[in-house]
């Protein structure tokens, strides 16, 4: 997070003064003066003066390979729900679902501030995703995923065009579609919509953060570098909504 911000949670003093004390260059970031807007995490060293500086409670941000039939809900009469798969020592919920027939990576995290940036729609954070269907993926299947599918909500009895997006082939019954918006079961809609039906669907990356080698059911905590990169992806969004709407 901001390092303004940072110094705030911590309970010395607001934003602003943390600004000012920065600006003073009486902030220090891993032995080194701090810089005004600079990012933080939990792993740096953060100091005023010579007291260092902890957060109050520790931001936990996990990558979660979900395996298909665990079910993204907090819900505990779900037996495979992704709280008790999980079974991690500190409370911490998802950014962003997978359906239960869905795979790939989730991100968990106990920050609700970065659950709410990641969540908002407006913001259009990048989800990319490996599919694969039941018949041959064609050049105008793909062109029409690329220009927005008319698919149907049921629940509304409205029609909803899905935004353009970036897609492009993979393999005979295989190709990769990077989303901008969440849409309920949004994939396998579009491809229903084109006379396709998705046999399995893979969430390699979610903004920053790829799903790499990681194998079905493995966790791991973010890298310092992916932290950072996360924390500005979403707090740069926050900042351009905030902008526009003055």
């Known amino acids: 997070m901001r390092l303004n911000k940072y110094i705030s949670e911590a309970g010395i003093c607001s934003r602003r003064e943390a600004d000012r004390l920065i600006e003073s260059g009486r902030v220090t970031v891993d032995g080194k003066r701090a810089e005004p807007g600079m990012q933080v995490t939990d792993e740096n060293d953060v100091r005023i003066g010579k007291k260092q500086i902890k957060s109050k409670d520790e ?5 979660v390979y979900k395996p298909a039939g665990v079910v993204c809900t907090e819900d505990m009469r779900e037996k495979k729900n992704i709280i008790r798969f999980l079974n991690y020592p500190v409370r911490v ?3 962003g679902r997978l359906d239960k027939d869905s795979e790939g990576l989730l991100i968990m995290t106990n920050d609700g501030e970065l659950i709410n940036a990641m969540m908002r729609a407006r913001y259009r954070h990048e989800k990319e995703y490996k599919v694969t269907v039941n018949r041959p993926v064609t050049d105008e299947f793909i062109g029409k995923l690329k220009i927005g599918v008319r698919i149907r909500d049921k629940e509304k009895g409205l029609d909803t065009v899905t935004l353009p997006c970036r897609a492009w082939k993979d393999g005979k019954y295989t190709f990769s579609i ?6 309920n079961r949004q994939i396998r809609r579009m491809c229903e919509a084109l006379g396709y039906k998705v046999t399995k669907l893979l969430r390699v990356r979610v903004l920053n953060i790829e799903l790499g080698n990681m194998k079905s059911g ?4 973010l890298t310092k570098q992916e932290l950072k990169e996360i924390y500005e992806q979403t707090e740069s969004r926050q900042d351009e909504g905030a902008g526009g709407a003055s």
């Open 178 to 183: 990077v989303l901008t918006q969440g849409l």
């Open 218 to 221: 493995e966790i791991r905590r």
């Open 93 to 95: 919920t998802y950014a």
């Open 59 to 63: 931001k936990i941000v996990l990558a």
